[in-house]
């Protein structure tokens, strides 16, 4: 069987999920590398629109299919590759994973997401990226004073973290005070250092840049 191909973008918090969940899956995969700013961006070339009419990374080639939108990626990968699960077996607690899963991928993301800094403007960008970000971590934070254990929801790992984790980092890329949310902050200290997070940061993908690569 043809190995998974991922249409990635080195800092897009999107395919960085993803990057993550096949980590922690164990399952391997070849990065095909679209840039967002290239060019005007490549993903919005007529090649790449036929893979994703969206003009957005992440998609996903895998099992003869393309599958687009991260959070519909990684429940593939949960229901057809079920060891190492990412989801609890309980129903209350799913929903859970799935709340924050929706308030960082619904709430938080597509505000801060650069083709909406872009129209937005230089000036106001930063005031208005740090807006939603606080405004969505508060919730964020609130949901996991109920929902935490070691990790977002109990002390396993869950897509939840696999959300959270690339929302702190764009959090610091917009120099957003991150001092309000202390679970949030130790949840992130708590991965930084896991393989699977690490091997998926932008800094270690094959289209970050030299300067920026660690």
């Keep these: 069987m043809a190995k998974p191909v991922l249409y990635s973008y080195w800092r897009s918090s999107c395919s960085w999920r993803v990057r993550i969940a096949l980590n922690l899956k164990e399952i391997p995969y070849d990065i095909k590398a679209v840039s967002l700013i290239k060019g005007g961006g490549e993903q919005h070339c007529n090649e790449y629109r036929e893979v994703n009419p969206m003009e957005q990374v992440p998609s996903l080639c895998i099992d003869g299919h393309t599958i687009i939108e991260s959070l519909t990626i990684m429940h593939y990968l949960e229901e057809t590759r079920p060891q190492r699960p990412l989801m609890p077996q309980d129903c209350f607690k799913r929903a859970k994973v799935r709340e924050i899963c929706e308030v960082i991928s619904s709430g938080i993301q597509p505000l801060q997401n650069l083709i909406v800094l ?27 004073s109920a929902s935490a254990g070691k990790y977002c929801v109990g002390d396993e790992i869950t897509l939840a973290d696999c959300c959270l984790v690339p929302q702190v980092f764009n959090a610091r890329r917009f120099h957003v005070d991150l001092r309000p949310f202390p679970i949030i902050l130790r949840i992130d200290r708590e991965l930084e250092n896991h393989p699977a997070f690490r091997a998926a940061h932008p800094s270690s993908q094959p289209d970050c840049p030299p300067e920026v690569a660690k």
Excluded: D, S, T
């Design 118 to 144: 872009i129209y937005v403007g230089e000036e106001k960008k930063k005031e208005w990226a740090q807006h939603w970000i606080m405004r969505g971590f508060r919730a964020v934070e609130k949901l996991l």
